[in-house]
């Protein structure tokens, strides 16, 4: 395995920075980013859409992770395109052939699922995952990378009062206003350990991830028991292998319980995750 002590000092680098994002962007639970501000002093409430309170999360912490880069010898160098993968590449400055990748994202709680997460996704199963020499969408070819990483924020949305919209407040009335998410959850682990054996979002080349909590915040996910290998080549092969299925029919292998039967491994390896349950 590529520079395995680095990974393993990194792994646990990462981890112990995860744990104390809360301490940088929330107090007493709440967000501390309230909303936009103009040249005016006027406060502008921001909007709860997974997608803007995604992009203000990474803006609010990218000094932060430039610190600890710092700090652990490494540099961050971000993608060059938006939607490359990863979102940063840390490059150990004492030795620039050791890079990590690392993801970040962020989904939130299910109100009607106690326990689980809306989900996330983990990178393309595509041409620079199968051909990993490939630098297309990619900040370098795959298998430079020493490890490929998730650093997570899971967050609650707040219970908003009936009549909040997004408006301007003055800036005396900063602490009227109130905080969009709260209760964060913050995790780093590497993405073949909360992997599913699902897409992420729907017809696009993108590897789901689990969504029971506790299962992410351990890095027990479909290939715990399987491994990395196993996990590169069930995805490098997603929709591509054809099995039968018992009626007779043809079918794209679409399940890592599929694979296993199709590659004739052991059962032992297979590690179902528990379905959502709704609350009645």
Partial sequence: MKHTEEKR???????????SLGSFITQDGEWTIKGFIDIFKNIYTISTDTKVLSKILELHLFPHFLGFADRIGYRIELSSFQNWYPDLTFIKK???AIKFAVDLKTTYLLD???GFCNGFTLGSHGEYFINRDSTKNIQYPYNQYGGHFCLGIIYSRSKLPKDFEIQSYPMEK????????NNFIFFAAEKWKIASDKRGSGNTANIGSIQL???ILVGN?????AGEELFDD???NYGKI?????AGKRKALSSFEEYITYRGLSCDILNPRPSKRKVK
């Fill in 112 to 114: 009607d699922y106690p």
């Fill in 221 to 225: 996910g479909t290939f715990a028991k």
């Fill in 174 to 181: 900063l602490t009227d206003i109130p905080s969009v998410i």
């Fill in 9 to 19: 000092e990194f792994t646990e680098l990462l981890n112990d920075f995860a744990k």
């Fill in 242 to 246: 054809q099995i039968e299925t018992a």
């Fill in 94 to 96: 004492k030795d620039e």
């Fill in 234 to 236: 069930y995805w490098a």
């Fill in 213 to 215: 909590i506790n299962d």
